[in-house]
Protein backbone atom coordinates (compact mmCIF):
# COMPACT_ATOMS: atom_id res chain seq x y z
CA UNK A 1 0.00 0.00 0.00
CA UNK A 2 2.77 2.82 0.97
CA UNK A 3 4.08 1.87 -2.33
CA UNK A 4 1.42 2.09 -4.34
CA UNK A 5 1.38 5.90 -1.97
CA UNK A 6 4.52 6.74 -3.05
CA UNK A 7 3.65 6.17 -6.70
CA UNK A 8 0.23 7.73 -7.59
CA UNK A 9 2.43 10.92 -5.38
CA UNK A 10 5.26 10.75 -7.73
CA UNK A 11 3.04 10.76 -10.92
CA UNK A 12 1.06 13.57 -9.51
CA UNK A 13 3.89 15.93 -9.01
CA UNK A 14 5.44 14.48 -12.94
CA UNK A 15 2.07 15.49 -14.56
CA UNK A 16 1.78 18.74 -12.53
CA UNK A 17 5.49 19.79 -13.49
CA UNK A 18 5.00 18.81 -17.26
CA UNK A 19 1.50 20.54 -18.10
CA UNK A 20 0.09 16.72 -18.50
CA UNK A 21 -2.51 17.41 -16.13
CA UNK A 22 -4.92 20.46 -17.87
CA UNK A 23 -7.15 22.73 -16.33
CA UNK A 24 -8.81 23.49 -19.23
CA UNK A 25 -10.13 19.85 -18.71
CA UNK A 26 -12.49 21.20 -15.95
CA UNK A 27 -14.20 24.19 -17.61
CA UNK A 28 -17.11 24.03 -19.73
CA UNK A 29 -16.75 22.69 -22.93
CA UNK A 30 -18.65 25.28 -24.83
CA UNK A 31 -16.07 27.91 -23.92
CA UNK A 32 -13.15 25.43 -25.53
CA UNK A 33 -15.23 25.02 -27.99
CA UNK A 34 -15.89 28.71 -29.07
CA UNK A 35 -11.76 29.39 -29.07
CA UNK A 36 -11.30 26.03 -30.57
CA UNK A 37 -11.37 27.22 -34.22
CA UNK A 38 -8.90 28.87 -36.82
CA UNK A 39 -9.43 32.19 -36.25
CA UNK A 40 -8.22 32.16 -32.82
CA UNK A 41 -4.91 33.74 -32.08
CA UNK A 42 -2.96 31.60 -29.38
CA UNK A 43 -0.74 33.78 -27.35
CA UNK A 44 2.44 33.49 -24.96
CA UNK A 45 3.07 36.24 -22.19
CA UNK A 46 2.91 37.40 -19.28
CA UNK A 47 0.34 39.19 -18.25
CA UNK A 48 -1.75 41.39 -16.04
CA UNK A 49 -4.06 40.20 -12.89
CA UNK A 50 -7.56 39.77 -13.87
CA UNK A 51 -9.18 43.48 -14.41
CA UNK A 52 -5.98 45.17 -14.26
CA UNK A 53 -3.75 47.04 -17.11
CA UNK A 54 -0.43 47.36 -14.78
CA UNK A 55 -0.21 45.09 -12.21
CA UNK A 56 2.77 44.89 -9.44
CA UNK A 57 5.30 42.53 -9.67
CA UNK A 58 5.26 41.82 -13.38
CA UNK A 59 6.23 44.00 -16.64
CA UNK A 60 5.68 46.71 -19.29
CA UNK A 61 5.21 43.84 -21.94
CA UNK A 62 2.28 42.76 -19.74
CA UNK A 63 0.81 46.23 -19.90
CA UNK A 64 1.29 45.90 -23.75
CA UNK A 65 -0.33 42.71 -24.42
CA UNK A 66 -3.54 43.31 -22.59
CA UNK A 67 -3.91 46.89 -23.81
CA UNK A 68 -3.56 45.11 -27.66
CA UNK A 69 -5.58 42.23 -26.91
CA UNK A 70 -8.34 43.59 -25.43
CA UNK A 71 -8.69 46.04 -28.15
CA UNK A 72 -8.78 43.10 -30.63
CA UNK A 73 -11.70 41.42 -32.71
CA UNK A 74 -10.67 38.10 -32.78
CA UNK A 75 -10.57 35.43 -30.37
CA UNK A 76 -7.76 35.11 -28.34
CA UNK A 77 -6.08 32.46 -26.04
CA UNK A 78 -3.86 34.00 -23.44
CA UNK A 79 -1.03 31.43 -22.21
CA UNK A 80 -0.01 33.22 -19.06
CA UNK A 81 1.90 33.58 -16.17
CA UNK A 82 0.74 32.25 -12.49
CA UNK A 83 0.60 34.73 -9.74
CA UNK A 84 -0.77 32.87 -6.76
CA UNK A 85 -2.12 30.27 -8.79
CA UNK A 86 -3.15 28.14 -11.70
CA UNK A 87 -6.39 30.23 -12.72
CA UNK A 88 -8.55 30.29 -16.08
CA UNK A 89 -11.33 32.67 -16.94
CA UNK A 90 -12.59 35.21 -19.59
CA UNK A 91 -11.68 38.76 -20.32
CA UNK A 92 -14.15 40.12 -23.26
CA UNK A 93 -12.62 38.36 -25.90
CA UNK A 94 -10.05 36.64 -24.27
CA UNK A 95 -9.49 33.21 -22.53
CA UNK A 96 -6.70 33.66 -20.14
CA UNK A 97 -5.01 30.16 -19.16
CA UNK A 98 -2.41 31.17 -16.47
CA UNK A 99 -0.45 28.00 -16.69
CA UNK A 100 3.55 28.83 -16.82
CA UNK A 101 5.54 29.19 -13.83
CA UNK A 102 9.22 31.69 -14.75
CA UNK A 103 10.81 29.76 -11.96
CA UNK A 104 10.26 26.41 -13.66
CA UNK A 105 12.72 24.80 -16.35
CA UNK A 106 9.64 23.01 -17.99
CA UNK A 107 7.21 26.11 -18.33
CA UNK A 108 7.39 25.58 -22.09
CA UNK A 109 6.52 22.12 -22.25
CA UNK A 110 3.51 22.78 -19.97
CA UNK A 111 2.78 25.58 -22.31
CA UNK A 112 2.89 23.45 -25.49
CA UNK A 113 0.77 21.05 -23.61
CA UNK A 114 -2.06 23.40 -22.70
CA UNK A 115 -1.63 25.02 -26.26
CA UNK A 116 -2.78 21.46 -27.88
CA UNK A 117 -5.72 21.97 -26.57
CA UNK A 118 -6.67 24.11 -29.09
CA UNK A 119 -5.66 22.11 -32.30
CA UNK A 120 -7.70 24.44 -35.21
CA UNK A 121 -5.72 27.41 -33.86
CA UNK A 122 -2.60 27.78 -35.92
CA UNK A 123 -1.42 30.81 -35.34
CA UNK A 124 1.27 31.51 -32.45
CA UNK A 125 2.47 35.45 -30.99
CA UNK A 126 5.23 34.98 -28.41
CA UNK A 127 5.72 38.36 -26.39
CA UNK A 128 9.23 38.08 -25.69
CA UNK A 129 12.25 40.14 -23.85
CA UNK A 130 15.54 38.42 -22.44
CA UNK A 131 14.45 38.99 -18.58
CA UNK A 132 10.51 38.35 -18.94
CA UNK A 133 10.47 33.98 -18.96
CA UNK A 134 13.46 34.31 -15.98
CA UNK A 135 16.53 32.64 -16.26
CA UNK A 136 18.92 33.09 -19.35
CA UNK A 137 18.52 29.00 -19.52
CA UNK A 138 14.93 29.40 -19.56
CA UNK A 139 14.92 32.17 -22.33
CA UNK A 140 17.14 30.32 -24.64
CA UNK A 141 14.82 27.22 -24.67
CA UNK A 142 12.54 29.45 -25.96
CA UNK A 143 14.33 28.12 -28.94
CA UNK A 144 13.51 24.36 -28.90
CA UNK A 145 9.65 25.58 -27.84
CA UNK A 146 9.55 27.77 -31.63
CA UNK A 147 11.13 24.82 -33.61
CA UNK A 148 8.47 21.92 -32.63
CA UNK A 149 5.60 24.52 -33.14
CA UNK A 150 6.95 25.34 -36.73
CA UNK A 151 7.98 21.61 -37.52
CA UNK A 152 4.49 21.22 -36.41
CA UNK A 153 3.14 23.94 -39.23
CA UNK A 154 1.85 26.67 -36.83
CA UNK A 155 2.48 30.37 -38.24
CA UNK A 156 4.76 32.02 -35.89
CA UNK A 157 4.82 35.40 -34.88
CA UNK A 158 7.21 36.98 -32.50
CA UNK A 159 7.44 40.62 -30.48
CA UNK A 160 10.95 41.55 -29.88
CA UNK A 161 9.95 44.23 -27.31
CA UNK A 162 14.31 44.50 -26.53
CA UNK A 163 16.72 44.64 -29.66
CA UNK A 164 20.55 43.86 -27.53
CA UNK A 165 23.22 43.88 -30.45
CA UNK A 166 25.76 44.74 -28.16
CA UNK A 167 25.81 44.29 -24.63
CA UNK A 168 28.82 46.56 -23.80
CA UNK A 169 25.95 50.06 -23.96
CA UNK A 170 23.93 48.15 -21.12
CA UNK A 171 26.88 47.42 -18.82
CA UNK A 172 25.69 48.85 -16.14
CA UNK A 173 21.92 47.01 -16.53
CA UNK A 174 23.72 43.30 -16.80
CA UNK A 175 26.55 44.42 -14.20
CA UNK A 176 29.73 44.47 -16.18
CA UNK A 177 32.82 45.91 -15.35
CA UNK A 178 35.62 47.44 -17.08
CA UNK A 179 37.46 43.70 -15.46
CA UNK A 180 39.28 41.54 -18.28
CA UNK A 181 36.79 38.86 -16.77
CA UNK A 182 33.60 40.96 -17.84
CA UNK A 183 35.06 41.55 -20.71
CA UNK A 184 35.00 38.36 -22.45
CA UNK A 185 31.96 38.08 -20.58
CA UNK A 186 30.70 40.36 -22.84
CA UNK A 187 31.97 38.89 -25.72
CA UNK A 188 30.21 35.68 -24.96
CA UNK A 189 26.94 37.29 -24.87
CA UNK A 190 26.79 39.12 -27.81
CA UNK A 191 27.59 36.20 -29.70
CA UNK A 192 25.04 34.15 -27.94
CA UNK A 193 22.80 36.79 -28.29
CA UNK A 194 23.55 37.20 -32.02
CA UNK A 195 23.66 33.31 -32.17
CA UNK A 196 19.89 33.86 -30.89
CA UNK A 197 18.45 36.16 -32.86
CA UNK A 198 19.59 34.90 -36.56
CA UNK A 199 18.19 31.26 -34.56
CA UNK A 200 14.95 33.04 -34.00
CA UNK A 201 14.85 34.34 -37.31
CA UNK A 202 15.31 31.56 -39.02
CA UNK A 203 12.41 29.74 -37.13
CA UNK A 204 9.70 32.06 -37.32
CA UNK A 205 7.19 33.77 -39.67
CA UNK A 206 7.77 37.22 -38.34
CA UNK A 207 9.50 39.38 -36.00
CA UNK A 208 7.56 42.29 -34.59
CA UNK A 209 9.38 45.47 -32.99
CA UNK A 210 8.29 48.72 -32.24
CA UNK A 211 10.33 50.99 -33.91
CA UNK A 212 11.70 51.42 -37.03
CA UNK A 213 15.49 52.58 -35.84
CA UNK A 214 14.89 48.90 -33.96
CA UNK A 215 14.39 47.09 -36.91
CA UNK A 216 17.54 49.04 -39.03
CA UNK A 217 19.32 47.23 -35.89
CA UNK A 218 18.14 43.69 -36.48
CA UNK A 219 18.20 43.42 -39.96
CA UNK A 220 21.83 42.76 -39.46
CA UNK A 221 21.35 39.57 -37.89
CA UNK A 222 17.25 38.71 -39.40
CA UNK A 223 16.57 39.05 -43.08
CA UNK A 224 14.64 42.32 -43.42
CA UNK A 225 12.02 40.82 -45.24
CA UNK A 226 10.76 38.69 -42.10
CA UNK A 227 10.90 42.08 -39.95
CA UNK A 228 7.89 44.23 -39.22
CA UNK A 229 7.49 47.44 -37.53
CA UNK A 230 4.05 47.96 -35.33
CA UNK A 231 4.75 50.66 -33.33
CA UNK A 232 3.99 50.94 -29.66
CA UNK A 233 0.21 52.12 -28.51
CA UNK A 234 -0.93 54.92 -27.28
CA UNK A 235 -3.98 54.68 -24.56
CA UNK A 236 -6.27 57.29 -25.39
CA UNK A 237 -9.38 56.46 -23.20
CA UNK A 238 -6.66 57.31 -20.16
CA UNK A 239 -7.97 60.94 -18.83
CA UNK A 240 -6.45 63.02 -16.09
CA UNK A 241 -7.58 64.80 -13.99
CA UNK A 242 -7.41 69.09 -12.54
CA UNK A 243 -3.11 69.43 -11.63
CA UNK A 244 -4.51 71.32 -8.00
CA UNK A 245 -6.43 68.44 -7.33
CA UNK A 246 -3.55 65.98 -7.93
CA UNK A 247 -1.35 67.57 -6.12
CA UNK A 248 -4.08 67.84 -2.86
CA UNK A 249 -4.76 64.63 -3.20
CA UNK A 250 -0.55 63.77 -3.41
CA UNK A 251 0.38 66.53 -0.59
CA UNK A 252 2.40 68.53 -3.39
CA UNK A 253 2.60 72.37 -2.99
CA UNK A 254 0.85 74.18 -5.29
CA UNK A 255 3.72 76.57 -6.51
CA UNK A 256 6.17 73.76 -6.63
CA UNK A 257 7.73 72.80 -10.14
CA UNK A 258 7.15 68.85 -10.20
CA UNK A 259 9.27 66.61 -12.38
CA UNK A 260 8.33 63.39 -12.80
CA UNK A 261 10.66 60.10 -13.77
CA UNK A 262 7.81 57.11 -14.14
CA UNK A 263 8.64 53.65 -14.41
CA UNK A 264 10.76 50.33 -12.66
CA UNK A 265 14.19 51.94 -11.31
CA UNK A 266 16.46 50.98 -14.48
CA UNK A 267 20.12 51.50 -14.85
CA UNK A 268 19.36 51.90 -18.65
CA UNK A 269 16.43 54.12 -18.07
CA UNK A 270 18.59 56.61 -16.01
CA UNK A 271 17.20 56.65 -12.65
CA UNK A 272 20.58 56.86 -11.03
CA UNK A 273 21.23 59.68 -13.41
CA UNK A 274 17.57 61.20 -12.33
CA UNK A 275 18.15 61.74 -8.85
CA UNK A 276 21.86 63.15 -8.93
CA UNK A 277 21.26 65.40 -11.14
CA UNK A 278 18.37 66.92 -9.20
CA UNK A 279 18.60 65.65 -5.52
CA UNK A 280 20.74 69.08 -4.57
CA UNK A 281 18.74 70.93 -5.88
CA UNK A 282 15.72 72.68 -3.88
CA UNK A 283 14.28 74.59 -6.65
CA UNK A 284 13.82 75.08 -10.51
CA UNK A 285 12.69 78.62 -12.10
CA UNK A 286 12.96 79.89 -9.03
CA UNK A 287 10.05 77.50 -7.68
CA UNK A 288 10.22 74.81 -5.21
CA UNK A 289 10.97 71.72 -7.20
CA UNK A 290 9.99 68.44 -6.33
CA UNK A 291 11.59 65.62 -8.30
CA UNK A 292 9.48 62.34 -8.15
CA UNK A 293 10.20 58.51 -9.33
CA UNK A 294 6.83 57.45 -9.52
CA UNK A 295 7.77 53.54 -9.47
CA UNK A 296 9.90 50.82 -7.22
CA UNK A 297 12.28 48.10 -8.09
CA UNK A 298 12.14 46.40 -11.09
CA UNK A 299 10.62 42.53 -10.87
CA UNK A 300 12.39 41.07 -13.76
CA UNK A 301 15.72 41.97 -11.49
CA UNK A 302 15.14 42.13 -8.06
CA UNK A 303 16.83 38.80 -7.41
CA UNK A 304 20.44 39.85 -9.17
CA UNK A 305 23.23 41.19 -6.96
CA UNK A 306 24.38 44.18 -8.98
CA UNK A 307 20.65 45.40 -9.44
CA UNK A 308 20.58 44.78 -5.91
CA UNK A 309 23.51 47.51 -5.01
CA UNK A 310 22.05 49.89 -7.85
CA UNK A 311 19.01 49.93 -6.54
CA UNK A 312 19.72 50.95 -3.06
CA UNK A 313 22.25 53.38 -4.56
CA UNK A 314 19.32 55.29 -6.04
CA UNK A 315 17.32 54.62 -2.91
CA UNK A 316 20.17 56.15 -0.40
CA UNK A 317 20.74 59.03 -2.59
CA UNK A 318 17.03 60.34 -2.74
CA UNK A 319 16.90 59.54 1.23
CA UNK A 320 19.63 62.08 1.46
CA UNK A 321 17.31 64.59 -0.40
CA UNK A 322 14.63 67.32 0.18
CA UNK A 323 13.59 67.70 -3.38
CA UNK A 324 13.74 64.37 -4.64
CA UNK A 325 11.32 61.53 -3.51
CA UNK A 326 10.76 57.81 -4.90
CA UNK A 327 7.04 56.21 -4.18
CA UNK A 328 7.54 52.54 -4.73
CA UNK A 329 5.33 50.50 -6.92
CA UNK A 330 2.05 52.88 -8.47
CA UNK A 331 -0.82 51.05 -8.36
CA UNK A 332 -2.94 51.61 -10.91
CA UNK A 333 -5.42 53.90 -9.65
CA UNK A 334 -2.97 56.65 -9.18
CA UNK A 335 -0.90 56.20 -12.42
CA UNK A 336 -3.16 59.63 -13.41
CA UNK A 337 -2.80 61.49 -10.39
CA UNK A 338 1.24 61.35 -10.78
CA UNK A 339 0.88 62.48 -14.56
CA UNK A 340 -1.71 65.26 -13.60
CA UNK A 341 0.46 66.57 -10.85
CA UNK A 342 3.29 66.71 -13.38
CA UNK A 343 5.16 69.83 -14.84
CA UNK A 344 7.04 67.74 -16.93
CA UNK A 345 8.15 63.96 -17.74
CA UNK A 346 12.27 63.16 -18.00
CA UNK A 347 13.30 60.25 -19.57
CA UNK A 348 16.91 59.71 -19.04
CA UNK A 349 17.39 56.72 -21.22
CA UNK A 350 21.17 55.46 -21.41
CA UNK A 351 20.59 53.32 -24.36
CA UNK A 352 17.59 52.85 -26.82
CA UNK A 353 16.74 49.11 -26.99
CA UNK A 354 13.07 49.34 -26.28
CA UNK A 355 10.24 51.04 -27.80
CA UNK A 356 9.00 53.50 -23.89
CA UNK A 357 6.17 53.03 -22.85
CA UNK A 358 6.53 56.08 -20.58
CA UNK A 359 6.64 57.89 -23.51
CA UNK A 360 3.64 56.09 -24.66
CA UNK A 361 1.91 57.67 -21.45
CA UNK A 362 3.22 60.76 -21.90
CA UNK A 363 0.96 60.97 -25.18
CA UNK A 364 -1.98 59.84 -23.32
CA UNK A 365 -1.90 62.62 -20.87
CA UNK A 366 -0.43 65.24 -22.76
CA UNK A 367 2.24 66.04 -21.20
CA UNK A 368 5.51 68.21 -21.89
CA UNK A 369 8.58 66.01 -21.86
CA UNK A 370 12.42 66.18 -22.35
CA UNK A 371 14.60 62.99 -23.65
CA UNK A 372 18.17 61.52 -23.80
CA UNK A 373 19.93 62.61 -26.59
CA UNK A 374 20.33 57.80 -26.50
CA UNK A 375 16.57 57.74 -26.72
CA UNK A 376 15.73 60.61 -29.54
CA UNK A 377 17.02 57.84 -31.92
CA UNK A 378 13.31 56.48 -31.55
CA UNK A 379 12.27 59.78 -33.14
CA UNK A 380 13.70 58.45 -36.99
CA UNK A 381 10.04 57.49 -37.17
CA UNK A 382 7.71 58.62 -40.24
CA UNK A 383 5.19 59.37 -38.24
CA UNK A 384 6.81 61.43 -35.44
CA UNK A 385 8.50 63.59 -37.89
CA UNK A 386 6.04 63.93 -40.19
CA UNK A 387 3.51 65.47 -35.99
CA UNK A 388 6.87 67.47 -34.77
CA UNK A 389 6.59 69.46 -38.29
CA UNK A 390 3.23 69.81 -38.15
CA UNK A 391 3.33 70.69 -34.45
CA UNK A 392 6.36 73.41 -34.99
CA UNK A 393 8.73 71.29 -32.75
CA UNK A 394 12.39 70.50 -33.18
CA UNK A 395 14.30 68.27 -31.90
CA UNK A 396 16.81 71.04 -29.86
CA UNK A 397 13.32 71.68 -28.05
CA UNK A 398 13.05 68.60 -25.95
CA UNK A 399 16.63 66.65 -26.37
CA UNK A 400 19.07 66.84 -23.69
CA UNK A 401 22.91 65.20 -23.86
CA UNK A 402 23.35 62.78 -20.73
CA UNK A 403 24.82 65.25 -18.32
CA UNK A 404 22.97 66.95 -15.40
CA UNK A 405 23.78 70.71 -16.79
CA UNK A 406 22.18 69.88 -20.05
CA UNK A 407 19.30 68.32 -18.54
CA UNK A 408 17.97 71.07 -16.59
CA UNK A 409 19.02 73.39 -19.18
CA UNK A 410 16.48 71.98 -21.26
CA UNK A 411 14.09 71.37 -18.53
CA UNK A 412 14.22 74.83 -17.81
CA UNK A 413 13.92 75.71 -21.58
CA UNK A 414 10.50 73.40 -21.76
CA UNK A 415 9.05 74.90 -18.60
CA UNK A 416 10.00 78.88 -19.13
CA UNK A 417 8.47 79.28 -23.04
CA UNK A 418 5.81 78.12 -25.31
CA UNK A 419 6.78 74.39 -25.90
CA UNK A 420 4.71 72.85 -23.69
CA UNK A 421 1.61 74.29 -26.04
CA UNK A 422 3.61 72.42 -29.45
CA UNK A 423 3.84 69.43 -27.00
CA UNK A 424 0.20 69.62 -26.72
CA UNK A 425 -0.39 69.65 -29.59
CA UNK A 426 2.48 66.78 -30.68
CA UNK A 427 0.94 63.91 -28.03
CA UNK A 428 -2.33 65.14 -30.15
CA UNK A 429 -1.00 63.99 -33.34
CA UNK A 430 0.71 61.12 -31.86
CA UNK A 431 -2.46 59.59 -30.56
CA UNK A 432 -4.11 59.56 -34.50
CA UNK A 433 -0.95 57.90 -35.32
CA UNK A 434 -0.43 55.12 -32.72
CA UNK A 435 -4.01 54.72 -30.36
CA UNK A 436 -4.21 51.01 -29.64
CA UNK A 437 -7.18 50.80 -31.79
CA UNK A 438 -5.08 51.25 -34.54
CA UNK A 439 -2.27 49.09 -33.74
CA UNK A 440 -4.47 46.10 -32.59
CA UNK A 441 -6.38 46.63 -36.24
CA UNK A 442 -2.84 45.71 -37.30
CA UNK A 443 -2.57 42.53 -35.39
CA UNK A 444 -6.17 41.48 -36.07
CA UNK A 445 -5.20 41.52 -39.70
CA UNK A 446 -1.76 39.71 -39.29
CA UNK A 447 -1.63 36.02 -40.81
CA UNK A 448 -5.44 35.90 -41.31
CA UNK A 449 -7.63 36.72 -44.39
CA UNK A 450 -10.86 37.39 -42.53
CA UNK A 451 -12.25 37.23 -39.07
CA UNK A 452 -15.50 35.06 -38.35
CA UNK A 453 -16.89 35.34 -35.09
CA UNK A 454 -20.54 34.51 -33.67
CA UNK A 455 -21.35 37.99 -32.42
CA UNK A 456 -24.45 36.71 -31.04
CA UNK A 457 -22.52 34.13 -28.67
CA UNK A 458 -19.40 35.91 -28.28
CA UNK A 459 -19.21 39.84 -27.32
CA UNK A 460 -15.89 41.57 -27.25
CA UNK A 461 -15.20 44.18 -24.25
CA UNK A 462 -13.22 46.86 -24.02
CA UNK A 463 -11.55 47.51 -21.08
CA UNK A 464 -11.40 50.45 -19.47
CA UNK A 465 -9.98 49.86 -15.80
CA UNK A 466 -6.88 52.56 -16.18
CA UNK A 467 -9.31 55.55 -18.02
CA UNK A 468 -11.35 55.78 -14.75
CA UNK A 469 -8.21 55.71 -12.52
Known amino acids: MRLVTIFNLKFEIWNLEFGIFNELYSMNKQIIKEFNNPDTLLVVTLYPKQGELYSEGTSGVAMYTKNILTRMKRRVVVFANIYDKSRTYTEGNALILRCFDRASLFMWVKIFNELQTFKKARTVLVQFDFAIYGSLLNTLFLLPFLLILRLKGYKISVVNHHVVIDINKLAGHVGLTDKISDKMKAMLMNTVFHIFYRVLGFLTHEVIVLEETLKTALSSLIPVAKITTTPIGVDTQLKGIEKVKARQKLEIPANAKVILFFGF?????????????????????????????????????????????????????????????????????????????????????????????????????????????????????????????????????????????????????????????????????????????????????????????????????????????
Open 265 to 469: INWFKGADFFTKTFADQPTLLNKPLRAIIAGGISPTQKDKLHYQKYYSDVVQSAKGSKSTHITGYVPQKDIALYFSAADLVVLPYRHFMTASGVLSLVFSYKKPFIISEQLSEMFTSEDINQSLAKAGLLRKDFVFQLTPNSCKRIAEKVLHNGIKKKMEKFSTLMQDHRSYEQTALLYDQKNLEKITINTAVFQPKVETALAEA
